[in-house]
């Protein structure tokens, strides 16, 4: 793929400041309680410490890694969790934070292996959502952006293991 053939769809300066509201919200409804973020590896690392850095309530951290695409943009369908999480959840508020949804299924996964596990309450927080592409009922409680079709690396993601560094998003052109 040529790195030329990329157009930026959310700048740095964009990012930063819907990472700034989200965090109000997120703080302002959890306040007085003791939150749980709980980031899906690799794709959520640096939306997850963007994040806990602007949540203004006392929060612990916890991580999985999830995996659902083989090499290259077509989800595998079949989700493999690689490493759990470390931390009991039972009777915690648990707010799950991923980079993008896109057909669900592998936060459905997640939020059924969860559930299992009977925390408190349990929400999920995505910075991109690809609502049309679904293919299962669930929706994220806190939503980055709302975005079309199309394949985008940068701010976590990636393609292939490669543009996860770069701190814009852009849609590649495959
Ligand atoms: P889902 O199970 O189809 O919702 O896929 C979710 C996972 O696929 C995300 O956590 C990402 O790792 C990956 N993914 C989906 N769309 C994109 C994209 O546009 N760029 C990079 N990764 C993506």
Redesign the pocket.
């Known amino acids: 793929m040529d790195t030329t053939s990329k157009e930026i769809l959310f700048s740095r300066e964009v990012i930063q400041k819907r990472v700034g509201e989200l965090a109000a919200q997120i703080s302002k409804d959890y306040a007085g309680r003791e939150l749980i973020l709980i980031g899906?590896l690799k794709?959520a690392f640096i939306f997850m410490a963007d994040l806990i850095r602007e949540i203004s309530i006392p929060c612990r951290v916890d991580f999985a890694r999830l995996a659902?695409?083989g090499a290259g943009?077509e989800?595998s369908g079949k989700?493999v969790m690689t490493k759990d999480i470390e931390t009991s959840i039972k009777d915690k508020d648990i707010l799950i934070v991923?980079?993008?949804?896109?057909?669900?299924?592998?936060?459905q996964y997640f939020v059924d292996w969860l559930r299992e596990r009977n925390p408190k309450s349990l929400k999920v927080c995505v910075f991109l959502d690809?609502r049309k592409?679904r293919k299962v009922t669930l929706e994220a409680d806190y939503v980055g952006f709302a975005m079309e079709d199309?394949?985008?690396?940068g701010y976590g993601?990636?393609?292939n293991e490669r543009y996860r560094f770069s701190p814009d998003i852009y849609v590649i052109k495959q």
């Open positions: 899906v794709g659902s695409y943009s989800s989700v991923e980079d993008i949804l896109d057909t669900g299924l592998t936060m690809k592409r199309g394949f985008v690396v993601l990636d393609f």
